[in-house]
């Protein structure tokens, strides 16, 4: 019976591949000396969990994977050393993942 539920509760999720997470801080192509940083979003509806990635210095050009982790909240905070980063988050259910659709650059100098 509890299997059953379980299927259920699957089942009814809200489907997020069409879906995105709004980036709210650091806000894009942020330059600044401050190398302590909350990565913060809003919260979207039917996601369970978040993907954070933080990269340096670009998605397209990945020299370090700084961050690639899952959570519930939706902010993080870690200490990055100067350079050049970019962040995306998306959201996660048991059923489904919304898209990665906003990069925000990061410039500590």
């Known amino acids: 019976m509890n299997t059953m539920l379980l299927g259920c509760e699957t089942a009814l999720e809200k489907p997020l591949e069409k879906d995105f997470v709004i980036l709210l801080s650091p806000k894009d192509s942020l330059v600044t000396s401050t190398t302590s940083q909350t ?17 340096s210095p670009r998605f397209n050009a990945i020299e370090r994977l700084i961050k690639d982790t899952i959570m519930n909240g939706n902010q993080f905070t870690i200490e990055l050393a100067k350079g050049d980063y970019e962040w995306r988050v998306r959201g996660l259910n048991y059923s489904s993942a919304s898209r990665f659709n906003n990069i925000n650059r990061l410039y500590i100098h």
């Not at 509806?45 to 990269?55: K, M, R, S, W």
């Open 39 to 55: 990565f913060y979003w809003d919260l979207l509806d039917g996601a369970a969990e978040y993907q954070l990635q933080v990269v």
